[in-house]
């Protein structure tokens, strides 16, 4: 039987570590909640950064089953059962061509769609320059850094869309 504080600090580094993971795996992101650390670069749209986003999306499944529930205080208890349902969701969407992300957004995005007229590159770029710090010498040099990345970025966006294009799928 795990102790209250054993599950309540089992769960809390869960999170810690999810959300260190997270901000990693999509940066833009990470700008927009003032996580520092990230500003230099953009999300990895290859095919081989999605699959291990799925695979730890898996894995984060795994642990949150393991945790005792009941041995948490009722604040911890509830945001288990928060996050347990944000990481299923994000797994069920994956069926659906869903970015594996856990953080729920006002327009789901989608690897298989890697742009339309809400977002991808034309917009991203632009938006997230926008929001970004721009106090500080390194604050500057993190915007060049992403916008020296801009091409990259372009090249995994078509390399993902080439692919729908071939097959003349509707989608696009």
Same mark, same amino acid.
């Given at each position: ?8 600090? +089992?769960?809390?580094?869960? *999170?810690?570590? %999810?959300?260190? /993971? ?17 500003? &230099?670069?953009?999300?990895? $749209?290859?095919?081989?950064?999605? %699959?291990?986003?799925?695979?730890? $999306? ?13 041995? =948490? ?7 288990? %059962? *928060? /996050?347990?349902? *944000?990481?299923?969701?994000? #797994?069920?969407?994956?069926?659906? &061509? =869903? ?13 298989? *769609? ?9 917009? %991203? ?14 604050? /500057? ?16 966006? #078509? ?10 799928? +509707?989608? #696009?």
């Amino acid at each position: 039987m795990t102790t209250p504080v054993g599950a309540a600090r +089992t769960f809390q580094d869960l *999170l810690a570590r %999810d959300w260190a /993971y997270w901000t990693e795996q999509f940066p833009e992101w990470a700008t927009v909640v003032g996580e520092s650390g990230h500003n &230099h670069r953009w999300t990895s $749209l290859a095919p081989d950064a999605i %699959d291990g986003r799925v695979g730890h $999306l898996k894995q984060v499944a795994g642990e949150l089953a393991r945790i005792d529930r009941d041995a =948490l205080d009722d604040a911890d208890r509830l945001n288990l %059962d *928060l /996050y347990r349902d *944000l990481v299923s969701t994000a #797994i069920e969407g994956v069926a659906f &061509h =869903l970015d594996p992300f856990p953080i729920r957004s006002v327009v789901p995005r989608t690897p298989l *769609l890697a742009i339309n007229q809400l977002e991808g590159v034309p917009q %991203d770029v632009p938006m997230v320059l926008s929001i970004m710090p721009a106090e500080a010498v390194a604050d /500057y040099e993190a915007m060049l850094a992403r916008l020296e990345a801009v091409p990259g970025l372009v090249d995994q966006t #078509i390399a993902q869309l080439e692919p729908l294009m071939e097959q003349g799928d +509707t989608i #696009i």
